[in-house]
């Protein structure tokens, strides 16, 4: 027997290529007598995706469950050797800082040497050496690291050069221990992350055909690794350094994020995809036309909610297993009386599940294992979409438990190739999505960029004539803002929502070229066009909470250094603002940078969320704003709205326009919201408190589960107000 399909592959992609259709489901059982690739992939028989690997026996003990976890004991000697190397690497990147200072194209190159000083700095900061053989791996790290150090200070970056990939290429293939071509060349790049001025690394598979051919833009394809809680930035960079990878497609870039480690690629996890692909492309020609969003495991449920919150930006989107939402993936439907309210409703933030029509705006190829539990997401989104009457490809590996089974893997290729190749439709006649945040309230080129009400779902679709004409209808959205491209003398007529409108260039916020933006309100009387900024002291793009999404941009943390209003809290927020620091730095493998009030200056009110600790008294900048804040407090009395709460046993926690720059946030008091999570599973990994708080001071972060320590809480209304 061959394969058996629902319908044959020919008349799928025929009928992928309708509109209804473009989500065709295909599942796949290969005939018995197919080889399977048995020794080489992880299968249960139950059914059940393999259980979290326990941690190797030689680590030391956990007992905080730090992740990543205390790793084994380094010899002293050993200790001693490393840190004299990474030292002097150290020292070489103080020099070359100053030295290339005249020199911006050889400095900007600098981070592809801090990474591997960085690599081993922080492993033995953070005693996080996974195994005695990463010790030669770091090594080796700080060697590859002082040979691109002497290389910069020679005016040379080969790593970054064509001559240079083909060098290691034929210094590869002369290692390899049987006869071997390759078709990509791994290279480790580092990038200046803009949240917290970091260092942050990724891999690269360049393509030969490119390093021996022409410049022109080739697809780049996103591979987001899996859940591996000993993933520490040496066994990153040591696996990206070697060659090969899950998919390696003819012609294509495939670009591996780190993802700050475990995270599922949320937050600043997501914001390193981005940052990642923005540095790839200063450096190589990539097509953003034609970008794949992919992974397996914990980097399918990245995959899966990356493709979901920016379908448009993808021409295709392969997820392999990974949870697509916290209620059915940690079994919560009776549990749900336990978590508190603003808990749930902040699942809406990142959850696929919520928001599977937005696939439809791009080519969505699912692939699960037969018998992988975590197929029973890829289920779910299945049935979602078939309930708006689209119906999803799923190709699914027979007998396979969580790994892609052989002949399915081939399927998935051609498929996401196919789609890929064809590039993303920048002219789509029919667009529709939906959204709980304007945070991801952008598709094609419409943006929700005010909602009548956050946490509840918005949704736009419209049927579009290319040029002529837009027919619109909306739920939940307060403000759009529509991309049109236009010559003088043209205009499309715009129906929203039964509204008639005229787009023309004098209509526009704003024109650039040929490109215009409209800005489209909507009052008592309808929707209308309106010229200039929009109004500001609302929630908006990229501004509108929770607490979390202040740390997915540029972040300052803001120490007091004046007395307490009282003893309590002043004590209460010496611990927590060393906890918030200790917690970025172990999960999301950053260094947030952190500044006495005094030293504030006018750049960082200009260019960073600010995160204020302290009280009116203690913190001279917080003491400036405070009598423009929502919420008030003193050494006795915290007061919100009608409500008052002991200042000498809680304290306030929230998030704010700064008021002396309403185009950044403030935060009070509070670093992410879910440490205490941050070794569990990464669909638990979600905000854990809305845009303020009342907390106790006698419950400890470790303590702040399921509400508790949580007095009060809420979110603040669309003009953050107090509701």
């Not at 400890?700 to 979110?715: T, W």
Request: charged content about 25%; overall charge neutral.
């Amino acid at each position: 027997m061959g394969v058996l399909v629902y319908c044959t592959l020919a008349n799928c992609r025929a009928l992928c290529d309708t509109p209804l259709m473009k989500l065709l489901s295909i599942s796949l059982t290969l005939a018995a007598s197919l080889a399977l690739a048995g020794a080489a992939e992880k299968k249960t028989s139950d059914g059940k995706a393999p259980a979290k690997k326990a941690p190797p026996a030689d680590l030391q003990p956990n007992p905080k469950k730090l992740n990543p976890p205390p790793g084994v004991v380094v010899p002293v000697a050993v200790k001693a050797e490393l840190t004299a190397s990474a030292e002097s690497l150290g020292k070489e990147i103080d020099a070359l800082r100053t030295s290339l200072k005249d020199k911006p194209a050889l400095l900007a190159l600098l981070p592809d040497v801090q990474i591997y000083h960085n690599a081993v700095r922080y492993a033995l900061e953070d005693d996080i050496f996974t195994s005695t053989n990463q010790f030669n791996s770091a090594r080796n790290l700080l060697k590859v690291g002082h040979e691109r150090a002497a290389a910069l200070k020679a005016g040379n970056a080969p790593w970054n050069t064509k001559a240079g990939l083909l060098a290691l290429k034929k210094e590869l293939e002369g290692k390899a221990k049987t006869p071997t071509t390759l078709t990509h060349i791994p290279v480790v790049r580092g990038y200046l992350s803009k949240i917290d001025g970091s260092v942050q690394p990724y891999g690269l598979k360049v393509p030969v055909t490119y390093l021996t051919g022409d410049d022109k833009p080739r697809r780049l394809d996103f591979w987001l690794h899996g859940r591996g809680d000993t993933l520490n930035e040496i066994a990153f960079i040591d696996g990206q350094s070697r060659a090969g990878g899950t998919f390696l497609p003819d012609d294509a870039f495939v670009l591996d994020p780190y993802g700050r480690f475990m995270n599922a690629f949320k937050f600043a996890g997501e914001t390193d995809v981005w940052e990642g692909l923005d540095h790839a492309a200063k450096h190589y020609p990539i097509d953003r036309n034609k970008l794949s969003m992919r992974g397996f495991s914990m980097g399918g449920a990245g995959a899966w909610h990356l493709g979901a919150h920016h379908a448009s930006e993808f021409a295709s989107v392969n997820p392999g297993a990974g949870f697509v939402d916290v209620k059915n993936y940690q079994k919560l439907g009776d549990k749900l009386d336990t978590i508190p309210w603003w808990e749930q409703k902040l699942w809406n933030l990142y959850d696929p599940l919520a928001c599977p029509i937005n696939f439809v705006n791009t080519s969505l190829i699912a692939y699960s294992g037969e018998i992988d539990a975590q197929k029973a997401a890829a289920d779910l989104m299945e049935a979602a979409l078939l309930k708006e009457g689209i119906k999803m490809t799923h190709i699914i590996g027979p007998k396979t438990g969580h790994a892609f089974e052989p002949q399915a893997k081939k399927v998935v290729a051609k498929l996401v190739d196919e789609a890929t190749v064809k590039g993303i439709n920048h002219q789509p006649t029919h667009i529709k999505f939906v959204t709980y945040s304007t945070r991801f309230g952008d598709m094609h080129d419409v943006v929700i960029y005010a909602m009548e009400e956050h946490w509840k779902q918005a949704s736009v679709e419209a049927d579009i004539v290319p040029g002529k004409s837009i027919r619109m209808k909306t739920e939940n959205v307060k403000s759009l803002h529509l991309v049109q491209t236009l010559l003088p003398g043209d205009s499309v007529a715009l129906n929203l929502d039964g509204s008639q409108l005229k787009l023309a260039k004098d209509q526009a916020a704003f024109n650039r070229g040929s490109l215009s933006v409209f800005r489209c309100e909507k009052g008592k009387a309808g929707w209308q066009l309106l010229h200039g900024p929009p109004e500001g002291g609302t929630k908006h793009r990229f501004l509108q909470g929770p607490i979390d999404d202040a740390f997915m941009d540029s972040f300052v943390m803001v120490r007091p250094t004046y007395e307490p209003m009282n003893a309590a809290s002043g004590q209460w927020v010496k611990t927590e603002l060393a906890e918030a620091a200790f917690h970025w730095r172990r999960y999301f493998r950053g260094e947030a940078r952190v500044k006495d009030d005094v030293l504030i200056n006018a750049d960082d009110i200009r260019d960073s969320n600010l995160i204020l600790w302290g009280d009116p008294q203690s913190n001279k900048l917080l003491q400036r704003i405070a009598p423009m804040l929502p919420i008030k407090w003193d050494g006795k009395v915290i007061k919100v709205g009608d409500k008052t709460y002991d200042a000498t046993k809680h304290v306030p926690v929230f998030i704010f326009l700064n008021p002396l720059n309403p185009s950044r946030y403030v935060v009070i008091n509070s670093g992410f919201t879910f440490p205490q999570y941050a070794g569990a599973s990464n669909s638990q990994q979600t905000p854990k408190l809305p845009d303020w708080a009342i907390l106790d001071m006698s419950v400890p972060l470790a303590e702040r589960v399921g509400g508790k320590g949580v007095v009060d809480a809420n979110f603040f209304g669309e003009k953050w107000e107090l509701k």
